[in-house]
């Protein structure tokens, strides 16, 4: 019988998409938020022609710009977002 050799598995590499955050030196000194809350993100990517509204989580906050953690691509990604384009996440009153 044969001896198997191991080798790695051979995946594409995806292309993961750049946020386009608000610029830090803009925000000021960020707040953290704990534990982080649920919102929702309208984000920027680059190579992507419109803002995504991303399920996000706020991590730290200023009086004007929000770090906010998403997943949307399978990677966790850290972007500094406008305040006026985050919004709080809730249940909908019919979920049982």
Known sequence: MAEHQWS?????????????GFDPELAGPLTPIDPPQP????????????????????VASSEVAVLV?????G???EVLV??????????DRDVR
């Open 8 to 20: 790695p598995p051979e995946h594409q590499d995806v292309t993961l998409h750049q946020p386009v």
């Open 39 to 58: 919102v929702w993100a309208d984000i920027k990517f680059e190579q992507i022609p419109e803002k995504l509204h991303l399920k996000c989580f706020a």
């Open 69 to 73: 953690h998403t997943s949307w691509q």
């Open 75 to 77: 990677r966790l990604q």
């Open 82 to 91: 406008d305040r006026d384009y985050v919004f709080r996440r809730q249940l």
